[in-house]
């Protein structure tokens, strides 16, 4: 999403100014000109002498095409100069990786990104009691974006995870999203196909190199269930100083909603999706000031149409709710996020479901974090691609703020973590990151650990 948005009209004037005086203006040329009186082929030339040059078909054709091309820049509303993919800049909400191919003239694009993360465990947990938790490294994702540009029009953009190293030990291949695109003009285009339900700050850009932290925020984990994609068909696009998105979307599935991670595995996927009652999604962002990406989203649809009770299917409208903000000045680096999620008719739900005690689905689920970060290097060398960025993260998640009558919360779902580490940039496409997280809960479950990450982006 764009921060420069002011001033669109009078930066295409000087763009068009500046291309039809080229078209007027003799070509400069790294050859020896022609003589006098002679073509570049060197056939006798009508032209009077002193003249001006005209520049030929091809010429014309290419300065055309360069000025079309920033017409199409502005139109997508592009936020990064240059060469594109600088591990913090994307267009149309999406991450640096993933918009590659909206920058191309046409044809295919590949891009992509991937992590690995080494998590190192305490071997007790705050209570004193044995943790159980071994070490693990684990090649989490291996992401390709592949695309293709019809024409200036139509877009198609795809990304396809390979999770955990192999599908014989526990991995996953899976279509994260695949949009068809008609880019139609700045405030509104069209999007069909598998789309991000654009939710808080991870879901849509979640490449590693793009946020700080070794592991993804449990509130876009375990209330924003990021990755979280389905099939769906909408609208997107920007007005004055704002972007929005606007989706029908597939719903998600109460059978699979459980007390420790909520609503996150009854994510669908786009795989044969259940679709008797669809859901509707949106986003507003505020992208006019330089810097600043601060808005709301929400999700809201039945998601029990699986679910038999005694009575009849069970509605579970599920409703999510986020706050989100991201602020960058300088080395300055502030995020934060707020969700919360609602399902109705609980009871049902358990009953029909088996569920008793306090494995209750949560009727209310929240989480919130805030980050802080301040790279270092630029202070002491200016314009180096390097940077080093100390941050700090605190965060509280509760899958189960609220239960219904007759059942109970399990205190082991109202988290609290601290994070606090380093994230180095050796470019700004590659980053290393380590950091050590403080977990309490209020069961007295919880175990600290350690984390080392590797993250890169193409």
């Given at each position: 999403m764009s921060s420069k948005r002011g001033g669109a009209l009078p930066r295409v004037t000087c763009v068009s100014i500046l291309a039809l005086g080229a078209l007027v203006a003799p070509p400069v040329r790294a050859q020896e000109a022609p003589a006098a009186g002679q073509r570049k082929d060197g056939t006798a030339s009508t032209a009077a002498p002193g003249a001006a040059a005209v520049p030929d078909n091809e010429e014309l054709a290419r300065r055309i095409e360069v000025l079309a091309r920033e017409l199409e820049a502005r139109k997508l509303g592009e936020v990064a100069d240059g060469e594109p993919g600088d591990g913090s800049k994307g267009l149309l909400g999406l991450g640096p990786a993933a918009s590659k191919v909206y920058?191309?003239?046409?044809?295919?694009?590949?891009?992509?990104?991937?992590?690995?993360l080494y998590q190192a465990f305490d071997g007790t947990r705050e209570d004193g009691a044995a943790s159980g938790r071994a070490n693990t490294w684990d090649d989490l994702r291996a992401v390709l974006y592949v695309g293709w540009k019809f024409d200036r029009t139509f877009v198609l953009n795809t990304e396809i995870e390979y999770e955990h190293a192999s599908t014989e030990g526990g991995g996953a291949v899976s279509v994260e999203f695949a949009t068809l695109d008609a880019l139609l003009r700045r405030e509104v285009n069209l999007r069909a196909g598998l789309v991000l339900v654009p939710m808080g700050l991870i879901n849509e850009i979640h490449e590693p190199p793009t946020y700080l932290g070794a592991r993804r925020p449990d509130t876009e984990r375990r209330i924003i269930p990021a990755t979280w994609s389905g099939n769906g068909v909408?609208?997107?696009?920007?007005?004055?100083?704002?972007?929005?998105?606007?989706?029908?979307?597939?719903?998600?599935?109460?059978?699979?909603?459980?007390?420790?991670?909520?609503?996150?595995?009854?994510?669908?996927?786009?795989?044969?999706?259940?679709?008797d009652h669809l859901a509707?999604?949106?986003?507003?962002?505020?992208?006019?000031?330089?810097?600043?990406?601060?808005?709301?989203?929400?999700?809201?649809?039945?998601?029990?149409?699986?679910?038999?009770?005694p009575s009849g299917a069970v509605g579970a409208r599920t409703t999510v709710l986020d706050v989100h903000a991201d602020y960058r000045l300088r080395g300055?680096?502030?995020?934060?996020?707020?969700?919360?999620?609602?399902?109705?008719?609980?009871?049902?739900?358990?009953?029909?479901?088996?569920?008793?005690?306090?494995?209750?689905?949560?009727?209310?689920?929240?989480?919130?974090?805030?980050?802080?970060?301040?790279?270092?290097?630029?202070?002491?060398?200016?314009?180096?691609?390097?940077?080093?960025?100390?941050?700090?993260?605190?965060?509280?998640?509760?899958?189960?703020?609220?239960?219904?009558?007759?059942?109970?919360?399990?205190?082991?779902?109202d988290r609290k973590v601290w994070t606090i580490g380093l994230d180095f940039k050796p470019i700004p496409r590659i980053s290393l990151k380590l950091d050590y997280q403080d977990e309490t809960t209020a069961a007295r479950t919880g175990v600290p650990q350690w984390n080392v990450a590797l993250g890169y982006l193409f």
């Amino acid at each position: 999403m764009s921060s420069k948005r002011g001033g669109a009209l009078p930066r295409v004037t000087c763009v068009s100014i500046l291309a039809l005086g080229a078209l007027v203006a003799p070509p400069v040329r790294a050859q020896e000109a022609p003589a006098a009186g002679q073509r570049k082929d060197g056939t006798a030339s009508t032209a009077a002498p002193g003249a001006a040059a005209v520049p030929d078909n091809e010429e014309l054709a290419r300065r055309i095409e360069v000025l079309a091309r920033e017409l199409e820049a502005r139109k997508l509303g592009e936020v990064a100069d240059g060469e594109p993919g600088d591990g913090s800049k994307g267009l149309l909400g999406l991450g640096p990786a993933a918009s590659k191919v909206y920058r191309k003239a046409s044809g295919l694009s590949v891009g992509g990104y991937g992590e690995t993360l080494y998590q190192a465990f305490d071997g007790t947990r705050e209570d004193g009691a044995a943790s159980g938790r071994a070490n693990t490294w684990d090649d989490l994702r291996a992401v390709l974006y592949v695309g293709w540009k019809f024409d200036r029009t139509f877009v198609l953009n795809t990304e396809i995870e390979y999770e955990h190293a192999s599908t014989e030990g526990g991995g996953a291949v899976s279509v994260e999203f695949a949009t068809l695109d008609a880019l139609l003009r700045r405030e509104v285009n069209l999007r069909a196909g598998l789309v991000l339900v654009p939710m808080g700050l991870i879901n849509e850009i979640h490449e590693p190199p793009t946020y700080l932290g070794a592991r993804r925020p449990d509130t876009e984990r375990r209330i924003i269930p990021a990755t979280w994609s389905g099939n769906g068909v909408g609208v997107f696009g920007e007005a004055g100083p704002v972007a929005y998105k606007l989706y029908v979307v597939e719903g998600l599935d109460a059978s699979k909603f459980t007390a420790e991670d909520g609503i996150r595995e009854g994510r669908q996927g786009g795989s044969e999706a259940l679709a008797d009652h669809l859901a509707v999604t949106g986003r507003l962002d505020l992208v006019s000031v330089p810097g600043l990406v601060a808005g709301a989203a929400f999700f809201s649809g039945r998601s029990g149409a699986s679910v038999q009770g005694p009575s009849g299917a069970v509605g579970a409208r599920t409703t999510v709710l986020d706050v989100h903000a991201d602020y960058r000045l300088r080395g300055l680096w502030l995020r934060g996020v707020w969700a919360r999620t609602r399902v109705s008719e609980v009871a049902r739900l358990n009953e029909a479901l088996g569920l008793t005690g306090t494995d209750s689905i949560g009727e209310t689920q929240e989480g919130w974090y805030v980050t802080a970060g301040y790279e270092l290097l630029g202070l002491f060398r200016p314009g180096t691609s390097l940077a080093l960025t100390p941050f700090v993260r605190y965060e509280r998640t509760d899958t189960q703020r609220a239960v219904p009558a007759g059942w109970e919360r399990d205190g082991a779902n109202d988290r609290k973590v601290w994070t606090i580490g380093l994230d180095f940039k050796p470019i700004p496409r590659i980053s290393l990151k380590l950091d050590y997280q403080d977990e309490t809960t209020a069961a007295r479950t919880g175990v600290p650990q350690w984390n080392v990450a590797l993250g890169y982006l193409f």
